[in-house]
């Protein structure tokens, strides 16, 4: 090894090391409420069959919930929860895909570090941005949860690895995989491809066309027929389902209730610019004067200070600057390759689910990597760069990260931990709607039984409550069960012919409305 390559090794090594354990102390308990949702099915259906099998109604994975976004994440997420449960049988399927999200947010970073370490030649520089994107406030809260999107952009970042460095001819077969696996991850990848395929046609190792368009269609097909034949395996193979073009269009494309409208273009530009900043900035001052202690708070309210004076300090400094005429950068595959992954996503959320910043996050390694080319022009730059990457930190972690690692600062995970004194075991929970909140509850309490009653079928409703006082099992409704009796005078005195009912208990306020009452058997 060289005396040059000696230091980039040194600080890529220590750079993982560090994010790893930055992340492993402060893991969110805000989940995202899709992880809890994973989780729930990874868990249940390895315990239904504890291995997978070749035919569709002996496999394991059939029990899997197939959603056509995120189409195999909780197939790859069984496969590797089921291994590790047989070794540490207390380890749960969420802290396995947490686990899962921290190493592949590392690898990211790993890689935005070694891209820009390539293409500049400073590790300051290179470090400086890694950490910018490492700590920016979604990335950082998304790679210590349980999601699809971290695992997806790490794929690729790796196919993006292979594309740029311009001494080696890149896999273009394995690049096409590595997209395909991330499709497959998460659909919303699939917009990497117009990049995938400008960063073919501008490397500099194929010269001539033919070539290139060689190239651009082994990639192509490596990417696409594997994709395809996932989703024609899920739909015809799992689900069962009959050939209809429209229903499969309408099947693969399924994107459930919450989609931004487009209402105008200024709208558009608005919401746009506030998601883009919520990816950098995050958290609740209310949460955190909350939820921080005191000390702690002084503290990191000190250091943003501090980085404040020396953003504005460096700014001042950095305008008597001269700007360099020729950045060392590789300007031409940055401005065609990065722009084409930036604009190609950003132009999709303009119309499409604007409103929400982890989309964001698959175009973010691409945003940070096209900041270092006017960085680059300015040596000077890099103090105020520091001083903001410290301030981005110190205020995400004070009032985002930090706060969120407290289960005090998510209601439905206090009261999901405050149930397990109340649900110890043998409990029945009817409920006629499912929820997020009934996710929660009933994955923080593995002991309970949750069943689904429709009360237009009351003989079953009446056949679930006497069967479970037989069993000598208490029985608790939920939330959309007590809602549903409080808009129905007549089923009310209908299940108290069955059954005394407690008073509600659980939490009510502007955000969250989680109330349960146990029903008596009548003396």
Same mark, same amino acid.
């Given at each position: 090894? !060289?005396?040059?390559?000696?230091? $980039?090794? &040194?600080?890529?090594?220590? *750079?993982?090391?560090? #994010? =790893? /354990?930055?992340?492993?102390?402060?893991?969110?308990?805000?989940?995202?409420?899709?992880?809890i949702?994973?989780?729930?099915?990874?868990?249940?259906?390895?315990?239904?069959?504890?291995e997978?099998?070749?035919?569709?109604?002996?496999?394991?994975?059939?029990?899997?919930?197939?959603?056509?976004?995120?189409?195999?994440?909780?197939?790859?997420?069984?496969?590797i929860?089921?291994?590790?449960?047989?070794?540490?049988?207390?380890?749960?399927?969420?802290?396995?895909?947490?686990?899962?999200n921290?190493?592949?947010?590392?690898?990211?970073? !790993?890689?935005?570090?070694?891209? $820009?370490? &390539?293409?500049?030649?400073? *590790?300051?520089?290179? #470090? =400086? /941005?890694?950490?910018?994107?490492?700590?920016?406030?979604?990335?950082?809260?998304?790679?210590?949860?349980?999601?699809?999107?971290?695992?997806?952009?790490?794929?690729?970042?790796?196919?993006?690895?292979?594309?740029?460095?311009?001494?080696?001819?890149?896999?273009?077969?394995?690049i096409?995989?590595?997209?395909?696996?991330?499709?497959?991850?998460?659909?919303?990848?699939?917009?990497?491809?117009?990049?995938?395929?400008?960063?073919?046609?501008?490397?500099?190792?194929?010269?001539?066309?033919?070539?290139?368009?060689?190239?651009?269609?082994?990639?192509?097909?490596?990417?696409?027929?594997?994709?395809?034949a996932?989703?024609?395996?899920?739909?015809?193979?799992?689900?069962?389902?009959?050939?209809?073009?429209r229903?499969?269009?309408?099947?693969?494309?399924?994107?459930?209730?919450?989609?931004?409208?487009?209402?105008?273009?200024?709208?558009?530009?608005?919401?746009?610019?506030?998601?883009?900043?919520?990816?950098?900035?995050?958290?609740?001052?209310?949460?955190?004067?909350?939820?921080?202690?005191?000390?702690?708070?002084?503290?990191?309210?000190?250091?943003?200070?501090?980085?404040?004076?020396?953003?504005?300090?460096?700014?001042?400094?950095?305008?008597?600057?001269?700007?360099?005429?020729?950045?060392?950068?590789?300007?031409?595959?940055?401005r065609?390759?990065?722009?084409?992954w930036?604009?190609?996503?950003?132009?999709?959320?303009?119309?499409?689910?604007?409103?929400?910043p982890?989309?964001?996050?698959?175009?973010?390694?691409?945003?940070?990597?096209?900041?270092?080319?006017?960085?680059?022009?300015?040596?000077?730059?890099?103090?105020?760069?520091?001083?903001?990457?410290?301030?981005?930190?110190?205020?995400?972690?004070?009032?985002?990260?930090?706060?969120?690692?407290?289960?005090?600062?998510t209601?439905?995970?206090?009261l999901?931990?405050?149930?397990?004194?109340?649900?110890?075991?043998?409990?029945?929970?009817?409920?006629?709607?499912?929820?997020?909140?009934?996710?929660?509850?009933?994955?923080?309490?593995?002991?309970?039984?949750?069943?689904?009653?429709?009360?237009?079928?009351?003989?079953?409703?009446?056949?679930?409550?006497?069967?479970?006082?037989?069993?000598?099992?208490?029985?608790?409704?939920?939330?959309?069960?007590?809602?549903?009796?409080?808009?129905?005078?007549?089923?009310?005195?209908?299940?108290?012919?069955?059954?005394?009912?407690?008073?509600?208990?659980?939490?009510?306020?502007?955000?969250?409305?989680?109330?349960?009452?146990?029903?008596?058997?009548?003396?």
């Open positions: 090894m !060289t005396a040059r390559r000696q230091p $980039l090794t &040194r600080l890529t090594f220590g *750079l993982a090391i560090l #994010l =790893l /354990l930055v992340y492993a102390a402060f893991p969110t308990r805000n989940y995202y409420w899709d992880g949702g994973f989780a729930l099915n990874i868990e249940g259906a390895a315990q239904d069959s504890g997978l099998a070749v035919r569709k109604h002996q496999m394991g994975g059939s029990r899997i919930y197939f959603n056509p976004n995120h189409l195999l994440h909780n197939l790859l997420g069984y496969v929860y089921v291994p590790v449960h047989e070794l540490f049988p207390t380890v749960r399927a969420l802290d396995v895909l947490v686990a899962v921290m190493v592949f947010s590392t690898i990211t970073a !790993t890689l935005v570090f070694l891209m $820009l370490a &390539r293409w500049s030649g400073d *590790l300051r520089l290179s #470090l =400086l /941005l890694t950490l910018l994107m490492a700590f920016s406030a979604t990335w950082w809260k998304f790679s210590t949860d349980a999601n699809a999107y971290v695992p997806s952009v790490s794929l690729l970042m790796a196919c993006t690895f292979l594309l740029s460095d311009p001494l080696r001819r890149p896999p273009v077969a394995a096409g995989l590595l997209h395909a696996v991330s499709i497959l991850v998460h659909q919303i990848s699939v917009l990497f491809f117009p990049a995938a395929v400008v960063a073919i046609w501008t490397h500099s190792y194929w010269c001539r066309g033919k070539r290139k368009r060689k190239a651009a269609a082994v990639y192509t097909l490596a990417a696409g027929v594997p994709v395809i996932a989703y024609f395996w899920v739909w015809f193979g799992v689900l069962d389902r009959e050939w209809s073009l229903a499969f269009l309408t099947w693969i494309t399924y994107n459930g209730s919450d989609v931004y409208a487009y209402r105008s273009a200024v709208s558009s530009v608005l919401e746009s610019l506030r998601s883009l900043m919520k990816v950098f900035f995050g958290g609740r001052i209310s949460l955190a004067l909350r939820i921080v202690e005191t000390p702690l708070l002084v503290l990191m309210l000190a250091v943003m200070l501090a980085a404040l004076a020396g953003l504005v300090a460096g700014i001042r400094k950095m305008r008597t600057e001269p700007s360099r005429i020729e950045p060392s950068l590789d300007e031409r595959f940055s065609k390759f990065l722009t084409t930036v604009g190609g996503f950003l132009i999709f959320l303009f119309f499409w689910l604007t409103e929400y982890y989309y964001r996050l698959f175009c973010l390694p691409a945003l940070i990597l096209l900041l270092a080319v006017p960085v680059k022009r300015f040596p000077l730059a890099m103090n105020p760069m520091t001083a903001f990457v410290m301030f981005l930190a110190t205020f995400n972690f004070t009032f985002m990260i930090y706060p969120y690692s407290k289960a005090e600062s209601p439905p995970i206090k999901a931990g405050e149930a397990k004194a109340i649900w110890k075991s043998n409990v029945v929970v009817l409920y006629k709607e499912p929820t997020c909140d009934n996710w929660i509850m009933q994955y923080f309490n593995p002991n309970t039984n949750w069943r689904r009653v429709d009360f237009n079928d009351r003989d079953q409703v009446a056949h679930h409550i006497r069967e479970a006082f037989r069993s000598g099992q208490s029985v608790w409704l939920d939330t959309s069960v007590l809602g549903h009796l409080r808009s129905s005078p007549e089923l009310l005195r209908w299940l108290q012919g069955h059954a005394a009912m407690s008073e509600a208990w659980g939490i009510s306020n502007g955000r969250h409305h989680i109330q349960f009452a146990e029903l008596v058997p009548l003396r």
